[in-house]
């Protein structure tokens, strides 16, 4: 198994894992050196940010995909499957049973995000029609779990400063995915299930409360919160944060719009042609998961200190 990484990275996540790890830059093509025996490939590398820009999350999703595809092509490389790690948000949110024939609405909160992912999605469409590229598309919802530095960290990290990690009630759905059903909908990939040029929703399949889910991590760190702090109110102070970033790009808010954005309504996916076209049985074990990425955090936290 082969491992594309940048040596900037933080990579002893990888220490004792079975890899090969090859050393390259997607953005820069001219260092890549494909091997010609991938079988599959699972490409989840892209630029995660809810503060770039249009052309930074467009060179940082769209046109390392098309990198990687020209490179795949280059090198002589026909893997039996390509799976793309798009995002449930290409189909909006803040409604119900959303799906290709029922999106949800725009994510504004993080919309350059979002655009450059559906380009994404449409290079692959297009390379599947005109080239017959076996490509399967994952959309997981928001992603959680052990070894998630982009969101599970900095939020267990801000209750643990004492932010308030439940704005309102509390008391909307939200649609999560556990790291682990993400990983199965890729294996599921790979033994050739589902269709190729299709995309599939990737979530728990059991939706829970923001109350429940930040109300979990906050008693197993020991934090209570004392305030509620309105919607609206937290609208307005994620906007003031994201207008300080613009004008002092290496502050860095610990607020954005968009899960401020998502905790005033509804939100829950259609997984059920994940089911039956993938074969996905998510798990859904809210308690021992919350166990598992606390101690993950913990552990991390541990490890950073000695």
Avoid at 23 to 40: H, I, K, M, N, Q
């Amino acid at each position: 198994m082969t491992a594309l990484v940048r040596r900037t990275s933080d990579l002893h996540f990888l220490d004792g894992l079975p890899l090969t790890l090859l050393y390259a830059d997607l953005a820069d093509p001219g260092s890549v050196r494909l091997p010609a025996d991938l079988d599959y490939v699972i490409h989840a590398a892209a630029l995660a940010s809810e503060s770039a820009t249009m052309s930074e999350a467009r060179r940082g999703i769209r046109d390392t995909t098309a990198n990687l595809l020209d490179l795949l092509k280059r090198h002589g490389v026909r893997p039996k499957r390509f799976i793309y790690i798009s995002t449930g948000l290409v189909l909006g949110h803040r409604a119900t049973g959303i799906s290709d024939e029922h999106p949800g609405r725009p994510a504004f909160g993080i919309r350059p995000y979002v655009r450059a992912k559906r380009a994404a999605e449409a290079l692959l469409r297009e390379r599947w029609e005109a080239e017959g590229l076996p490509a399967v598309i994952l959309r997981p919802t928001d992603v959680y779990g052990p070894y998630d530095r982009t969101t599970s960290q900095r939020v267990l990290k801000a209750i643990e400063d004492g932010w308030p990690a439940i704005a309102g009630t509390g008391r909307h759905v939200l649609s999560f995915c556990w790291v682990g059903n993400l990983a199965q909908a890729c294996h599921l990939a790979c033994r050739m299930n589902g269709k190729d040029g299709a995309a599939y929703t990737v979530a728990n399949g059991v939706d829970v409360t923001w109350r429940e889910l930040m109300g979990g991590f906050q008693a197993r760190l020991g934090r209570t919160q004392g305030v509620f702090v309105p919607v609206a109110a937290a609208y307005l102070i994620a906007l003031v944060l994201q207008l300080v970033h613009a004008l002092v790009p290496a502050f860095r808010p610990r607020l954005s719009l968009y899960p401020v954005s998502k905790v005033g309504r509804d939100t829950s996916y259609d997984i059920s042609r994940t089911r039956d076209e993938l074969g996905l049985r998510p798990v859904h074990d809210l308690e021992g998961q919350l166990e598992a990425v606390v101690r993950w955090y913990l552990q991390e936290k541990e490890r950073r200190s000695a």
